[in-house]
């Protein structure tokens, strides 16, 4: 593998491969010394709009890794500044913008591997890091029934969609019915209720603006605690701390916030320590 655009792309063997690689890269996250020599001598490019989690996350990464970590924020012509950074010699590049063509065109072209750090249509490294959290949260990922809520971090769905379905897991996405401007993938059921009850995971996408939280969570101040009591016990949260209940915003007590965060450092020390050595 030399680059990393899509999970559609990828087998069930090779998602598992990257998985089983960052359970390994976790423990020098979790660790107190936290260096590796897989990455000496390697220069990790990256480019993004501002810096965000995804920035942080693989300036870690390589740090960890022994690479040297070379992040660039704003281009105004993002295409020569990847062009650039690809014939000053880099070995890796992330692009984290929302033109999918440019990063295809980039990637006809380039002589480093590049790896999709979040686009329009695609966010390979924040599923993978998802996967890794349910994976880690609820002993694997076979045999799931995995629900989605909101309608921001829409790019996630087809990927979500293709990796569960991999290992035999079902994802369904809640829309409220008069939602009529999200594009819809795959599952998508319209009845807040039925699509709570027996989930074993909530991943919650976020919402964009103007859109109204209780269409989406079923109340104004977000996710209520009774639609995660309607789903499994114990059902993890991903992408939110907090639930509502009737004394108000409360930190929802299985939410997996902390583990993704580490597990999404740990899938970039993974993907970077296979591209070099693939």
Not at 73 to 93: I, K, P
Not at 161 to 187: E, M, Q
Not at 259 to 265: A, E, I, K, L
Request: charged content about 20%; hydrophobic content about 40%.
């Amino acid at each position: 593998m030399k680059n990393l655009l899509t999970l559609t792309d990828l087998t069930r063997n090779e998602i598992r491969q990257i998985l089983e690689v960052a359970t390994q890269m976790r423990r020098i996250v979790l660790a107190n010394y936290k260096k590796g020599p897989q990455l000496l001598g390697h220069v990790v490019a990256g480019l993004w709009k501002k810096p965000c989690v995804s920035a942080t996350a693989f300036q870690l990464a390589t740090t960890y890794l022994s690479g040297t970590p070379c992040s660039v924020f704003g281009a105004e012509d993002e295409y020569g500044q990847l062009l650039a950074l690809d014939n000053m010699g880099v070995n890796t590049v992330v692009v984290g913008c929302d033109n999918d063509g440019l990063l295809r065109t980039f990637v006809s072209r380039a002589h480093c591997s590049v790896i999709n750090g979040g686009s329009a249509q695609s966010d390979p490294v924040g599923v993978l890091a998802d996967l890794m959290t349910l994976s880690a949260k609820l002993d694997g990922l076979n045999n799931l029934h995995v629900l989605t809520v909101g309608n921001r971090d829409v790019n996630k769905i087809q990927e979500l969609n293709h990796c569960l379905r991999l290992f035999g897991s079902d994802l369904i996405w809640y829309l409220p019915a008069d939602d009529f401007v999200t594009a819809k993938k795959g599952v998508v059921i319209d009845k807040i209720t039925t699509a709570f009850l027996g989930a074993d995971a909530v991943i919650d996408l976020g919402l964009t603006s103007f859109s109204d939280p209780a269409k989406y969570y079923g109340s104004n101040g977000g996710i209520t605690l009774s639609l995660m009591e309607q789903a499994r016990i114990d059902c993890p949260l991903l992408g939110c701390r907090n639930v509502t209940d009737n004394l108000g915003i409360r930190e929802y007590a299985h939410n997996a916030v902390a583990t993704r965060d580490s597990c999404y450092v740990s899938v970039a020390m993974a993907l970077l320590y296979l591209l070099k050595r693939d």
